[in-house]
C-alpha cells in the first residue's frame, strides 16, 4: 500500500465515495422514515373514523339510495361488540355556518362540538383545549385557530378569556391553537348538541382501538363495526356506501410497508455503489499478488503455511476498505449533519443523521466488503505452485 501511493490512494477514493453515498441514502431514507413517524397521522393511527353516507344497496325492503345517519346510541353499541378492540367511541356534531363577531369584527363560519379526544396532537399555544368540565357542565366554551382569533380580536395572545358572539349566544374563549392546515372551532359536544335541539343525529365517530397487530386485525375490527351499524340503523353490513369509513390503522401498516421498501431500496442502491468501489479493491489484489509471485514462491519454498499467505492478502484487502471506509463514514456524517441544517424544520426528512446503530451495521458491512475483495487474490496466490513462483522473475 505505501509502495503504490496513487495506485492505493485512486481504488480507496472509489470505496470512499461508495460509503458516503451509502450513508446518505441510507440517512435519507432514515429522515423520511422518522418524518412519517413523528407526523400526526403515524401518532394517532389507532383510530377509525366514521362518517354517515347513502346506502348502495336494498335492505329488508328498504330502497338504496336512503340517507343513513350515525346515531347517539351507536357509541354504546360500537364498544359493546368489540370488548378488547374500542377503548372508546366519541361522537362529534357539526353545526351550520354561523356569524361570530367581537366589537372589532366578525366571521362566517362553522363549529364542531367534540370531546376532548378530538385534539389528538393538536398545540394549543395559548389557553386550554375543550375539557371533561365543559361537557359535563355544558359550557359555552370555544377554541378558536390563531387566523380567527387573529381576526376577531387584532392579537390572539390575548384572546383567551374574551367574550365570542356566537350566533347570538356568548361564547367564552378557552383557547387558541396555531396549525399549519386546521382551521377548525371547536365547542364542547355537550353544548353543540343543545344547540341543535338535542337531536341525536352524529356528524362523525371517532373510534379509539385497541390491541391490534395486523393488517387483519384492523379489517376484521372495521367488518364488525360495519355490522353493528348495518344492525341498528337499517343497511346491509357490506354496503360500504351506507357507512364512510377511514381505518387510520390500516392506512398506517400500509404507509409503513413502504416506509420498510424505501429503506430496502437505498440500502441496495447505497451496496450496489460500494460494490463498484470492492471490485476495484479486489482488481488491484489481483494485480498486487501478481507482482508478488516470486516472493510468494520463497516464502512457501521455506516453510510459509497457506494461512499465512491467506491471511497476508487478506488483512492487506480488509485494511485498504477499512481506512478508506472511515474516511467515506466520516464525509457520510457530515453530509447527514449538512442535510439535517439543510431540512430543519422539514415535514419531508427529519432528523437523517448518522447513529450508533448506522455506524456499527456500515462497519460490519466494511469489513465483510474488504474480506470478500481479498478473499478470491488470495486464494489465487494459494494455487502458486512454490517451483514455478521462483521461476518467476
Same mark, same amino acid.
Given at each position: ?130 375539557? #371533561?368540565? *365543559?361537557?359535563?357542565?355544558?359550557? !359555552? %366554551? /370555544? ?10 380580536? @387584532? +392579537? ?58 395486523? #393488517?387483519? *386485525?384492523?379489517?376484521?375490527?372495521? !367488518? %364488525? /363495526? ?10 346491509? @353490513? +357490506? ?52 507482482e508478488r509471485t516470486h516472493e510468494i514462491g520463497v516464502r512457501r519454498a521455506i516453510g510459509a503455511k497457506p494461512r499465512n499467505i491467506l491471511a497476508q492478502v487478506i488483512v492487506e484487502s480488509v485494511s485498504l476498505t477499512t481506512i478508506f471506509g472511515y474516511i467515506g463514514i466520516l464525509l457520510g456524517t457530515v453530509g447527514t449533519e449538512i442535510l439535517a441544517h439543510v431540512f430543519a424544520g422539514s415535514d419531508f426528512i427529519k432528523d437523517p443523521t448518522v447513529n450508533l446503530s448506522l455506524a456499527m451495521q456500515v462497519t460490519c458491512v466494511l469489513i465483510v466488503s474488504g474480506a470478500l475483495a481479498g478473499i478470491f487474490p488470495a486464494m489465487r496466490a494459494l494455487k502458486v505452485r512454490p517451483v514455478e513462483a521462483l521461476r518467476?522473475?
Open positions: 500500500m505505501s509502495t503504490n501511493k496513487l495506485r492505493t490512494a485512486l481504488t480507496g477514493m472509489a470505496v470512499a465515495w461508495g460509503i458516503f453515498m451509502l450513508i446518505m441514502l441510507v440517512g435519507m431514507a432514515k429522515g423520511v422514515s422518522n418524518s412519517f413517524s413523528s407526523s400526526e397521522f403515524a401518532k394517532t393511527s389507532n383510530v377509525i373514523m366514521l362518517w354517515p353516507g347513502r346506502a348502495s344497496k336494498p335492505y329488508k325492503g328498504l330502497k338504496e339510495g336512503r340517507w343513513i345517519p350515525l346515531k347517539e346510541r351507536n357509541l354504546k353499541e360500537i364498544e359493546h361488540d368489540n370488548p378488547g378492540k374500542v377503548v372508546m367511541a366519541a361522537p362529534s356534531v357539526d353545526g351550520q355556518s354561523t356569524i361570530m363577531s367581537t366589537e372589532r369584527d366578525y366571521v362566517s363560519r362553522s363549529y364542531s362540538g367534540v370531546y376532548p379526544e378530538a385534539r389528538e396532537q393538536l398545540v394549543i399555544d395559548y389557553g386550554r383545549f375543550i375539557n #371533561e368540565k *365543559d361537557l359535563a357542565e355544558q359550557r !359555552k %366554551s /370555544i377554541v378558536l385557530d390563531y387566523k380567527t382569533a387573529e381576526q376577531l380580536y @387584532a +392579537d390572539p395572545t390575548k384572546a383567551v378569556g374574551k367574550s365570542l358572539n356566537v350566533g347570538g349566544v356568548a361564547f367564552n374563549v378557552v383557547g387558541v391553537y396555531d396549525h399549519e392546515w386546521k382551521t377548525d372551532i371547536f365547542i364542547p359536544y355537550t353544548t353543540a348538541r343543545a344547540l341543535a335541539g338535542y337531536n341525536d343525529d352524529l356528524g362523525m365517530i371517532r373510534v379509539v382501538t385497541g390491541n391490534l397487530k395486523s #393488517e387483519e *386485525d384492523a379489517e376484521t375490527l372495521e !367488518k %364488525s /363495526i360495519r355490522a353493528t351499524l348495518g344492525r341498528s340503523n337499517s343497511h346491509a @353490513a +357490506d354496503d360500504n356506501s351506507a357507512i364512510w369509513v377511514w381505518n387510520r390503522f390500516e392506512s398506517y401498516l400500509a404507509n409503513q410497508k413502504v416506509m420498510n421498501i424505501l429503506n430496502i431500496v437505498m440500502w441496495v442502491i447505497g451496496l450496489l455503489t460500494l460494490i463498484t468501489g470492492i471490485v476495484g479493491v479486489s482488481n488491484i489484489m489481483f494485480v498486487s499478488v501478481r518467476t522473475e
